[in-house]
């Protein structure tokens, strides 16, 4: 696959890489629409599911060479989980579909008030990650049962949730500063606290769409990240392209909240992100906007915070802002198609690219050929 192509992958919103499950070719919709969603259920499998065992994870890979992981959990004993995942709470264990007792899945069997979670042991960066979920018996008094996919989950209080409820399809961040979230061609979309109650604030609904979640349905959720770009699909339907600083890197998983639910078919392609304590790092030292399309930048911010990423041109001088304002902790990413600041096209030469944080600046370099 050639350098960039997650870029295009995101913007496009269908995923091509081989051996993918991609979505039929077909036009995107525009950002800016917010249809009411119908439901449209994965096809169940009627037998034992002929699919290869989880795919093996190379050694040292490039943070260049698009990396590709998928459990089914056909092949994990009875109550057992990947040693790539880890319960945070809830009962999470593998066993038979009931209608199809061929198939195994994995299986939350508590109902409780708090979320159960089920997360990754390492943290990704930059990725597209996808599951099917199912939700079996709920809370019936409410039946306020939600369930969808956790991703760059960087601590407690910074990551996003991707969920869907008898009511809604909904993105929410978690972060006590509330960054800006613009989605694409869309303009500035306001970001509000999910439940209104004091104390909860540090939860945002960043997008809702209508929806008509169904028990005993399967539904297909993927979100993939690329920089500050998030896209989000459902059943192989992108919802909506966002642009959003504010939360970098961190784990990924799937949660269920008021219900007991069964998830399959996890699917994960991603670039492995660097190595990085502190600082800045550009991916590649030499960038041709006409091959590459856009190089990646990766930068530690050593506490939640604000921060700034910018371009210089070899006079010193503002060519670029890439990025400013509050952070989560860690690694974060960003990246630069070399555009300036009016839309002009950086002429061949070296720039630096420089992160500041409170008084510290730390710098990095790229020749554009």
């Known amino acids: 696959m050639a350098r960039g192509a997650l870029a295009a992958i995101c913007l496009a919103g269908w995923l091509t890489v081989a051996g993918a499950e991609s979505a039929p070719a077909g036009t995107t919709p525009q950002a800016s629409a917010q249809p009411a969603l119908s439901s449209s259920p994965a096809p169940k499998t009627a037998a034992r599911k002929q699919v290869p065992r989880k795919s093996a994870e190379k ?6 060479q698009l990396q590709k992981r998928s ?17 945070h709470s809830g009962e999470w264990v593998v066993g038979p579909e009931p209608e199809h007792p061929g198939n195994q899945v994995l299986r939350q069997k508590t109902v409780k008030r708090n979320y159960q979670m089920l997360l990754s042991q390492k943290t990704y960066a930059n990725f597209e990650f996808s599951a099917r979920l199912r939700t ?25 949730k991707f969920r869907i409820t008898a009511a809604n399809v909904a993105l929410l961040r978690c972060m006590p500063q509330p960054a800006t979230v613009i989605p694409d061609a869309a303009g500035v979309t306001p970001v509000v606290s999910a439940t209104g109650r004091s104390g909860k604030q540090d939860e945002q609904i960043v997008l809702i769409l209508p929806f008509t979640g169904k028990t005993d349905t399967w539904y297909t959720l993927s979100a993939a990240g690329y920089g500050e770009r998030l896209v989000l699909k459902l059943d192989g339907r992108e919802l909506r392209m966002l642009q959003d600083s504010g939360i970098g890197c961190g784990r990924i998983g799937v949660f269920t909240y008021k219900t007991r639910a069964m998830a399959d078919d996890f699917r994960l392609f991603y670039y492995p992100a660097p190595s990085l304590d502190s600082g800045i790092q550009v991916i590649r030292k030499n960038f041709s906007p006409r091959q590459d399309r856009e190089v990646m930048i990766y930068f530690v911010n050593p506490s939640a915070g604000e921060l700034q990423v910018q371009v210089l041109d070899a006079k010193g001088k503002t060519f670029q802002l890439l990025t400013r304002g509050p952070h989560s902790p ?3 990413s960003v990246t630069w198609d070399a555009q300036g600041l009016l839309g002009e096209f950086a002429k061949p030469g070296l720039y630096t690219i420089q992160l500041t944080v409170g008084d510290k600046k730390y710098r990095d370099t790229v020749r554009v050929k």
């Open 59 to 64: 050694k040292n890979p490039s943070p260049d």
């Open 71 to 87: 459990w089914d959990f056909q092949h994990v004993k009875a109550a057992q989980i990947s040693k790539n995942w880890k319960s």
């Open 136 to 160: 079996d018996s709920y809370e019936q008094k409410t039946s306020n049962w939600q369930m969808g996919l956790i991703f760059r989950m960087a601590d407690n209080r910074h990551y996003y």
């Open 330 to 332: 860690g690694l974060n």
